[in-house]
């Protein structure tokens, strides 16, 4: 069955015995087992494993894995080292390079992020291979809106970033009397060359907050 590892399972055990994930772990297995489906089956819970419950600082949430091969990590908008930068993550680079002054970086791999405790949640944890959304409205929102459920009652002065309509969506299960909510459009070019993503300087507002809660600051670069 999927299982979390580490400290999230203790905080997160009661999902794991629902009707519905049991159901999400049935269809989950099957289609690992009948097609080509992303990230790989021991990287599903990668943004977990990558970040323990106890050190999460910020939370940013993506919608679905990228369903190209070898692109997704179980990472939001992250990609493997070496993998071409989806315009997504192009956006966010530059935005990155406008706020903070840093350079482009090489590596789409955000793993340096998650090890900071940024928690990059996508709401779907799964998607087969060259179709979009094809897992979702399984029981993976579910699940992933308990994560937040649960981060936003037992943890406090956390830094949630929403990009975009979607994870703007997911501000009513966030208690924005113990935390910080920043939002902004997505970083699609869809969305990004609309005015609705670039100049937001949520990286550099970001790390204010951490520093005004006596909290380490983020290296984003």
């Known amino acids: 069955m999927l299982q979390l590892n580490g400290t999230w399972r203790s905080h997160l055990e009661a999902e794991f015995n629902k009707l519905y994930f049991e159901k999400l772990d049935v ?3 099957a289609e690992y087992g009948l097609h ?20 999460v ?14 692109q997704a990590n ?21 935005e990155l390079e406008s706020d903070l002054n840093l350079p482009y970086p090489s590596s789409g791999d955000l793993s340096s992020w998650a090890n900071q405790g940024v928690l990059l ?13 094809s ?12 994560v937040i459920k649960t981060l936003s009652s037992e943890r406090s002065d956390l830094v949630f970033l929403l990009w975009g ?5 997911k501000l009513r ?14 970083p699609s070019p869809l969305s990004a060359n609309r005015g609705y993503w670039f100049g937001n300087k949520h990286f550099s507002k970001t790390n204010e907050v951490l520093e005004s809660l006596g909290k380490s600051p983020v290296q984003w670069g």
């Open 121 to 133: 949640l996508n709401a779907t944890l799964s998607v087969r291979a060259n179709q979009a959304g």
């Open 36 to 55: 080509p489906c992303y990230p790989p089956f021991d990287q599903i819970f990668n943004a977990f494993d990558s970040c323990a419950f106890e050190a």
């Open 27 to 29: 269809l989950v297995r």
């Open 173 to 186: 299960f966030i208690d924005t009397e113990k935390h910080t909510v920043l939002q902004t459009g997505h």
């Open 165 to 169: 309509s979607y994870a703007k969506n």
């Open 74 to 94: 179980g990472l939001c908008f992250s990609v493997n080292e070496g993998m071409s930068h989806p315009p997504s993550l192009k956006n966010i680079f530059k």
């Open 57 to 70: 600082k910020v939370v940013i949430i993506g919608q679905d894995p990228y369903h190209g091969e070898g």
């Open 135 to 146: 897992h979702q409205k399984q029981g993976w929102e579910k699940f992933t809106n308990a």
